[in-house]
């Protein structure tokens, strides 16, 4: 139904938009957060669905009661977005998942079994450091002592933030109690490359998600004088950074994978000092494990420091019979399949999935491929497209 996929487009578009880069700054447990769960609780309520808080903090809005007539059909994504990040990673896959359920409803579909829409909190992990860690804290993927001891860059640790939010993180710990209603998950997302643009397709069903991770390495030398200290005697952290992000574009060439050093922190961080400490974050995933791992090692080696571990996703693969099952739904007119795609990204889909609960996934196509950028980009008949696939989807499921 485009009219409410539009309109509740249209009501999420300047919530938290920087004017400057016109990217989206919609960090976890923050104002803007909490401007974002209000709206969703305000389409739940619009919707007379009920909305469950779980012990993580995702928000989950139900059409009938999971524990009497569940286990139950879940879809949904994320409203938190990167750094400057694009308008669609994330809400395009809640906003379709509402405007679905009005599309099936105003065909006077009721659904056999209860479905939910999820809102799943800190998905990009821009602020603490931790990608799907509403997921992960669900699951018990991430411990509940960990994550609540995740500053963020003044120091706020995730406990603080929660519970300045309104969230008690006393609570955060696997929660069986909402895996148990989760039945089927389906998450709905803008593609993050142009698979679909290649197949001259506007929807897809993911295959797998590759294995992915992010390491932090510390590099130590000792600060100075820029004008007065000689080069033989400078221990400058700056070049073992800089041989860091050239092995990590070497060593990913040589391995078929990805690797990315996009966030580093500096101290001191003056321009005429050189500096003490350098501490830089390396994302890297491809297709085959071995090959991401490679590359770590060789970049460290090349830094010399060891990569310290902050999160590791192995393979995952989503339900075979569930994806089939999708392809088939989705078939066009002359009853070609839906394609299937594999993608680099990590989603709380994969996070569930790992956790044993039959996951799927929908990628609506993206003209550039372009995403964690104010670039990113779905036209809106592509969007509509997905709204009706996964309408489609709802209903041979629920
Ligand atoms: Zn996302």
């Known amino acids: 139904m485009s009219e409410s996929f539009d309109r509740m487009w249209a009501d999420l578009a300047p919530v938290g938009r920087d004017a400057t880069t016109g990217g989206y700054r919609r960090y976890a447990w923050t104002g803007t957060d909490a401007v974002l769960r209000e709206w969703f609780r305000g389409e739940a309520e619009r919707r007379r669905m009920d909305v469950v808080p779980d012990r993580a903090g995702n928000l989950w809005a139900w059409t009938a009661d999971p524990d009497a007539q569940g286990p139950g ?16 990673d994330g809400p395009l896959g809640v906003v379709s998942a509402f405007a679905a359920l009005d599309e099936l409803t105003a065909r006077g579909w009721s659904p056999g079994s209860p479905v939910a829409v999820a809102c799943f909190a800190d998905e990009e992990g821009a602020r603490f450091g931790v990608a799907c860690a509403g997921s992960r804290l669900l699951t018990g993927a991430l411990d509940a002592d960990r994550a609540r001891a995740l500053t963020d860059d003044d120091g706020t640790t995730m406990a603080e933030a929660m519970a300045a939010a309104g969230h008690d993180p006393r609570g955060l710990g696997r929660d069986d109690e909402t ?5 089927t998950f389906l998450e709905l997302h803008v593609e993050q490359g142009r698979g679909l643009v290649e197949l001259s397709s506007t929807v897809g069903v993911a295959s797998s998600i590759w294995p992915h991770g992010r390491w932090r390495l510390d590099l130590r030398g000792r600060a100075d004088h820029a004008g007065t200290t000689r080069l033989a005697d400078r221990d400058d952290p700056m070049l073992a950074l800089a041989a860091a992000i050239q092995e990590a574009r070497d060593a990913a060439g040589r391995h078929g994978a990805l690797a990315t050093v996009g ?99 929908l990628f609506v196509r993206n003209p550039t491929g372009v995403s964690h950028s104010p670039a990113e980009h779905a036209e809106p008949a592509d969007c509509h497209a997905g709204v009706a696939a996964l309408a489609r989807a709802i209903e041979a499921l629920a």
């Not at 895996?179 to 039945?183: A, E, I, N, P």
């Not at 003056?270 to 590359?295: K, M, Y």
């Open 73 to 88: 059909l879940v879809v949904g994504s994320h409203l938190d977005s990167v750094p400057d990040g694009g308008a669609f």
């Open 263 to 361: 966030k580093l922190r500096v101290s001191p961080n003056g321009v005429n000092a050189i500096a003490s400490e350098v501490t830089a974050w390396l994302d890297a995933r491809g297709p085959r494990e071995d090959d991401v791992r490679a590359v770590v090692d060789e970049v460290g080696a090349a830094a010399g420091a060891t990569p310290v571990e902050e999160s590791w996703t192995p393979t995952t693969g989503f339900d075979p019979g569930l994806r089939d099952r999708l392809t088939a739904v989705l078939a066009g007119a002359d009853g070609t399949p839906a394609p299937v795609l594999p993608t680099g990204a990590g989603h709380d889909a994969g996070i569930l999935s790992a956790a044993g609960i039959p996951t799927g996934m």
């Open 179 to 183: 895996l148990r209603r989760v039945g």
